[in-house]
Each structure stands twice: as structure tokens, then as C-alpha cells.
């Protein structure tokens, strides 16, 4: 039993993503790691740092990403593919830039790929999501965030990339990631284990360079650029109190950068949102409700909500 790791990234160190720290995370459980880096802006070295980890396991490949793709995250799920169709193991353990998996969760992670892998029905892998948000002491816990995803796959040839990377179906045939039909779930089974997501994690005026980026390639490049000249340099985080608080252990490869954080005096510990911006989900009154309401009467687990997978029992 085999298990390739893969993912995609640019601009990853000028923009704040832990990406070396995301393929350290589960390095030790690979055969293999294969990365799709992009031709960054000048002056980014994500490159340089993914080859200064300095492990044979790692193979990278360079990409160039054209603007004709910059169209609701197309270009996302080709660089993920880019990847996933230079990997060999039995099993591909996807993640991405601000991705970090606890080495907690390895050896279960390992076992469950063993366990499963002579199991053809088992498709995919999901994991449980924690998502830290404005540093890493808060993270959501309420409606609207997704809980689960799909982030390690069986190595199958029809198996792509589905529509801005979020997740993985079957194309038959294969046209683009976000072909309307010709598609299908994969079954899936639960691991034991959590995605660390540190995306919304990053001194405010680089959260908002990276909501540019990451808007760029769902609007296009000068839509993006013309919105983003207009709004507020820094991103605001709001009040952490409408928040969950983290009380566990980080991941070790991240407490370098946990260590770094400098932006604590720019974040908002309570009080009132800021009213002359738009309410980030989390501060709605609807998502409010819902929350309230999953945590009192549904053990947490959110009502509703859109699931691209099909759970097997296993």
C-alpha cells in the first residue's frame, strides 16, 4: 500500500500560506509528494522554500497559470489535476496551501488507508475541518462552514478535480471542472482525523492581498484588481468573541509560524462589527440562528448543506 501526496500553489510565501508547513504535515506517512508551483509575482520564493525542504520524496512541478482560465476557480482545479495525474500511489492525499494535517492523526491516517485499501467500493477519504480564523486561538464552529471534505482518493483515471479544487468527483467524459453534466459522488468512508485549514489566518493587509488572489481567479484578473483598489487595505476580522475558542495543540510544524504572529494589536478581541462593512457570515443574524439551534438541538452537526460525497458505513 502506497500513499502519494499532492497539491498546487503560487504566490504561496508572498501571501502568507503555510505551504511548507502543509507538506511537512503529512510527509512522513508518503511514498511520495507532488506539488504544482505556479510562476509567482517577482519577489516570491515559494518555490526556493518547497525545494529547501530537501526531501527526495518531493518532486515539483513548474506551471505557468494563463488568465484565460481566471474564471470561477478553473484554474485551481487544473493545477490540482496537474498534481493528482503525476502521482502513483494507491492512495492521494490531497491538500491544499493552508492545509495542515496534527502529526496526531497519522498513524490512524495510515491505518485507515491500509484497512481500506483492498475495499474497491471506498473511493475516498473525509475528513473533519477546523477552521481557524484572524490568529490561532479561534476557530468557527457554527453554520455555514463546511465540517467535511474529501481529501484523500483512491488513484483512479476519472477521477478529477471538481469545480475550484473544493473537492472530487467522477467525469465521464472529462470536458472541464465545472461541466454540468457527466459527472458523479465518490463513496467515501470516515477517517479519524482533522484538517487544520489556516486560511483566513494572516496579518490583515495580507488577508486582503490574498482575497484579491483568490478573487482574481473566480472573477478574473482586472475585476478583481479594480475591487480591491477601491477597498480597505486591511482586512477586519470583526470581534473573535463570536468565535470558538482552541484549547488544543498545533500542529509542530506550525509553531514556528504561531510564533511569528505580529498582528495581534490589529484584531478586535469583542464588541460590536464594524458598521460600515459588509457582515462576514458567521455575524449574520441567520447563520447566528442556525448555529444556536444545531448546537442545541442537533449535537452540533449542521442542518441542511450541500454534500458532494456519498457516505458509506464503514
Known amino acids: 500500500m502506497s500513499i502519494s501526496g499532492f497539491s498546487f500553489v503560487r504566490n504561496g510565501i508572498s501571501l502568507y500560506y503555510p505551504i511548507v508547513e502543509a507538506i511537512k504535515s503529512i ?87 491500509q484497512e481500506l485499501v483492498g475495499r474497491p467500493e471506498v473511493e475516498g477519504l473525509l475528513f473533519r475541518y477546523k477552521h481557524f480564523w ?33 473537492s472530487f468527483r467522477h467525469f465521464n467524459p472529462y470536458d472541464n471542472p465545472r461541466q454540468e453534466g457527466g459527472t458523479s459522488k465518490l463513496n467515501v468512508a470516515n477517517v479519524d482525523a482533522e484538517i487544520y485549514h489556516y486560511g483566513w489566518v494572516r496579518p490583515p493587509h495580507l488577508m486582503q492581498n490574498k482575497r484579491c488572489a483568490l478573487d482574481s481567479v473566480h472573477w478574473g484578473k482586472s475585476k478583481a484588481e479594480a475591487h480591491y483598489n477601491k477597498a480597505p ?21 506550525m509553531q514556528e509560524m504561531i510564533a511569528a504572529m ?41 442542518i441542511g448543506g450541500f454534500t458532494n460525497y456519498n457516505l458509506l458505513k464503514l
Open 134 to 166: 484572524g490568529d490561532y486561538s479561534h476557530y468557527h464552529g457554527g453554520h455555514g462552514w463546511y465540517p467535511h471534505e474529501i481529501r484523500i482518493i483512491r488513484n483512479l483515471e476519472d477521477v478529477h478535480s471538481w469545480q475550484s479544487a473544493q
Open 262 to 302: 505580529n498582528w495581534q494589536d490589529k484584531l478586535q478581541p469583542t464588541g460590536k462589527p464594524n458598521p460600515y462593512r459588509d457582515l462576514h457570515k458567521h455575524e449574520k443574524l441567520k447563520y447566528r440562528f442556525y448555529s444556536t439551534v444545531e448546537k442545541l438541538f442537533n449535537g452540533g452537526r449542521q
Open 27 to 113: 510527509l512522513p506517512i508518503c511514498d511520495e509528494f507532488i506539488i504544482a508551483v505556479g510562476k509567482g509575482d517577482e519577489g516570491d520564493t515559494t518555490r526556493e522554500a518547497i525545494a529547501a525542504i530537501n526531501d527526495p520524496k518531493i518532486r515539483i512541478i513548474d506551471t505557468v497559470w494563463e488568465e484565460e482560465f481566471y474564471k470561477k476557480g478553473v484554474i485551481n482545479a487544473m493545477q490540482t489535476d496537474i498534481a493528482q495525474r503525476e502521482c502513483s500511489g494507491d492512495w492521494l492525499f490531497y491538500l491544499q496551501a493552508d492545509e495542515v494535517v496534527h502529526e496526531k492523526y497519522l498513524p490512524a491516517i495510515q491505518a485507515r488507508c
Open 233 to 253: 487595505k486591511e482586512f477586519d476580522y470583526g470581534p473573535l468573541d463570536r468565535l470558538k475558542v482552541f484549547r488544543g495543540a498545533h500542529p509542530e510544524v
